[in-house]
């Protein structure tokens, strides 16, 4: 990979003092933040649940509208971990990639990014800390036309059983895995046969739901453990054992190319890297969700390179051939990722792109186009009161004319 085109910034020492700088705020504050943010957290949460709740009867009535819905309960959970994120743990994200998605990605004149990634596609990223599919799902809210309710994720069985936000994200369709393909197996195929549906438009023509399928090939994100996992599976089947990454399981990402082949065109590869994480060392141990949203220990950027890749040209016919293909991206990620420790840096966006007006990097912040977009989590709670509203009226008047 080339090597970006301007004076590298050094890889951070290793030392005991937090990448981000002392903690920014004093025990009274981080208590207020604590109270606040899962505050704020929650009563989103359960005003979103609670739409959900409202809605689930159209299951029963129409599945279109239902799943239509549901979609909106989907972007108003994007519009709150954004939000979250921004009020309570800001930070850079810094945008590059190469010539497959120089024309998809632009900074506006209001400061933001847009993406233009299409309506249907599968999302794959290395999976560093736990906050990488919050500001995937931010990647989402921020394309036109938005697609942060067109969001699906692959996880682990376990998250549904969080209080509310598991039953929530059951509502979102959301596909969760055993470890054990032959039980998963059934269950890939049952939702994905829905994300393939075919629908018919008033005037007769044909067309599928918008959908991001969201996938971390390599199962879980960079620890200790994971490390030694990979290491011990590269022995095994004798390939080399990346130095930034884990080596991807290809099984569910095969079966799922395979299922959906034909209605999407394109794989969207993100590297992810959060700066201030030394060489050898793993970033769930240093941005936790606490340190980050509570303590003002935020990572001073998240990094993002994105590839494409046309899925009629990734070898589908074979999952043996699929796996090396699948490990070369990965070697390429790591050599990404080596470029980054090294130098601070991805690669930049293309020469030809920048001499049209590209920054080599694009810059921004996870936050809503406008301040009061996350007041749509409770749009639909208020409509409801104010039909409860007006129909207890009706029938007090009712009951005073005739008592």
Not at 154 to 178: A, C, D, N, R, T
Not at 362 to 370: G, K, Q, S
């Amino acid at each position: 990979m080339a090597a970006a085109a301007q004076s590298p910034v050094p890889a951070p020492a290793a030392s005991t003092t937090h990448p981000s700088g002392r903690e920014k705020h004093g025990q009274v504050i981080q208590i207020l933040r604590a109270v606040s943010v899962i505050l704020y957290f929650l009563a989103g949460a359960i005003a979103i649940h609670t739409t959900q709740l409202l809605g689930a009867p159209l299951y029963w009535i129409n599945r279109e509208l239902y799943y239509a819905y549901m979609s909106l309960t989907k972007q108003s959970f994007g519009l709150l971990i954004t939000t979250m994120t921004h009020w309570w743990g800001p930070t850079t994200i810094r945008i590059s990639g190469d010539a497959s998605v120089a024309d998809q990605i632009r900074k506006t004149e209001d400061g933001l990014v847009e993406f233009s990634f299409p309506d249907r596609m599968i999302m794959i990223a290395n999976h560093q800390i736990y906050t990488d599919w919050l500001y995937l799902w931010w990647v989402g809210y921020a394309n036109r036309p938005k697609r942060h309710g067109s969001l699906f994720i692959i996880l682990k069985e376990s998250l549904k059983y969080i209080p509310i936000v598991g039953p929530g994200m059951m509502f979102y369709s959301f596909i969760f895995m055993s470890r054990k393909m032959a039980i998963d197996q059934h269950r890939m195929a049952y939702r994905l046969r829905k994300l393939k549906t075919t629908h018919t438009a008033p005037d007769g023509k044909s067309y599928l739901d918008p959908m991001w399928l969201l996938l971390f090939p390599e199962g879980t994100n960079a620890s200790q453990n994971g490390r030694n996992k990979s290491a011990k599976w590269a022995a095994k089947i004798g390939v080399k054992d990346p130095e930034h990454m884990l080596l991807p399981r290809s099984t569910g990402i095969y079966f799922c190319l395979n299922e959906l082949k034909g209605t999407i065109d394109y794989v969207y590869d993100c590297t992810v890297a959060y700066e201030g994480v030394p060489r050898g060392k793993f970033g769930e141990k240093i941005f936790t969700l606490g340190g980050t949203y509570i303590k003002g220990q935020t990572p001073k950027s998240v990094n993002f390179y994105w590839r494409r890749f046309r899925v009629a040209d990734i070898p589908l016919e074979n999952q043996e051939e699929f796996e090396v293909w699948l490990r070369e991206r990965w070697y390429e990620k790591d050599a990404l990722m080596e470029q980054y420790v090294s130098t601070g840096r991805f690669p930049p966006n293309p020469a030809d792109a920048v001499t049209k007006g590209q920054e080599p990097f694009l810059e921004t912040e996870v936050r809503t186009r406008y301040p009061w977009e996350f007041l749509q989590i409770y749009s639909v709670l208020g409509a409801f009161g104010l039909v409860v509203n007006v129909i207890l009226k009706i029938w007090n008047r009712f009951l005073s004319v005739f008592s």
